[in-house]
């Protein structure tokens, strides 16, 4: 079964996908350097380990205001809550 979304394990994709230390909860995907290209390998992360549709994943990116918003966007596109 596919792992819950959570903010540590998005925070750790974003992170690997664009380069950095460290993420924040607040942190923005775009604004922290990320583009269309990098969402659409994000999303591929997304749904190799939520097993979310990676349209929804991409999604989840572009309506999201930061990382926080985007892990509720991905658990309701998984159709799963919970820590």
């Keep these: 079964m596919a792992d819950i979304p959570d903010e540590r394990t998005v925070a750790e994709i974003w992170s690997g996908v664009i380069g950095l230390e460290q993420v924040a909860p607040q942190d923005n995907f ?3 350097g ?5 969402a659409a390998r994000v ?5 190799a380990r939520f097993g979310v549709d990676p ?15 985007t ?3 991905l658990r309701a596109a998984t159709g ?3 820590q």
């Design 43 to 47: 999303s591929a992360h997304f749904a």
């Design 71 to 73: 892990v509720e966007l």
């Design 34 to 38: 990320g583009n269309s290209i990098l």
């Design 30 to 32: 775009f604004d922290l």
């Design 55 to 69: 349209v929804d994943g991409f999604e989840a990116l572009f309506d999201a205001d930061d990382l926080t918003h």
């Design 80 to 82: 799963r809550t919970g």
